[in-house]
């Protein structure tokens, strides 16, 4: 695929990922998650991506408290291993909620 240097972004180095990759860094990232709360933290990071890191903005989105969003932000790091915090372990998990059944939309 060609693409001028202006046209790259997050998605866009996403999608050059196999899918099958990208499913098994989601699998690898959430191995420790049941079903249900991999659903609810992905909801919460494609939140929390969704609103650029705006806590505000994404608990309002998610109809909870800033603190709720919070617990689930602390929740997400601890049952992964991943921080929000680390530009790296963000992409990881930025890959991990893209390769959901629902994208992160703009």
Request: proline share 4%.
């Amino acid at each position: 695929q060609i693409a001028r240097y202006t046209d790259c972004s997050a998605e866009f180095v996403i999608g050059c990922i196999p899918d099958a990759v990208r499913r098994n860094i989601s699998r690898q990232i959430f191995a420790s998650c049941k079903a249900e709360e991999q659903e609810q933290l992905c909801e919460t990071l494609r939140l929390y991506f969704r609103h650029g890191g705006d806590i505000d903005a994404a608990s309002r989105a998610a109809y909870v408290h800033k603190n709720t969003f919070y617990y689930r932000i602390g929740r997400l790091e601890k049952l992964t291993g991943y921080s929000l915090r680390k530009p790296d372990e963000q992409f990881l998990l930025y890959i991990a909620a893209c390769s959901q059944d629902e994208p992160v939309p703009d």
